[in-house]
């Protein structure tokens, strides 16, 4: 089993930035991906940012593409995500993930409690 455990949510108004940290309890797989999803107050959860153990490879939904960054420490077992030109349609909840890549997409096996993000107009 995996843990995955997120900080740095948090409130902050329109144009700002911020950075989500997701902590695993442990080493994960070499074929694992580490990524981040949110959930938007009355809507589907999402697919934002994905990055492959080398940190070389990373995909980004298109609604975040240019403004926010996804990076991972494998020394710390910790991959960020840094966000930047934050829009009022990025409050959500941001979900840290990590698991393998199915045939098309990214299939998470162990997911984290979630961090929320407010941003104001």
């Known amino acids: 089993q995996v843990q995955l455990v997120e900080s740095g949510g948090g409130l902050v108004q329109a144009g700002g930035s911020l950075t989500l940290s997701c902590a695993a309890s442990k080493r994960t797989p070499d074929n694992y991906i580490m990524g981040w999803f949110r959930r938007a107050p009355g809507k589907e959860r999402e697919f934002v940012a994905q990055v492959t153990r080398s940190g070389t490879t990373t995909n980004y939904a298109d609604s975040v593409k240019g403004r926010f960054t996804i990076s991972r420490d494998n020394a710390k077992n910790t991959v960020y995500l840094r966000m930047n030109s934050l829009k009022p349609e990025d409050t959500a909840d941001y979900y840290c993930?990590?698991?393998?890549?199915?045939?098309?997409?990214?299939?998470?096996?162990?997911w984290g409690q979630g961090t929320q993000v407010t941003v104001s107009s």
């Open positions: 993930a990590a698991g393998q890549y199915g045939l098309t997409s990214f299939e998470p096996r162990y």
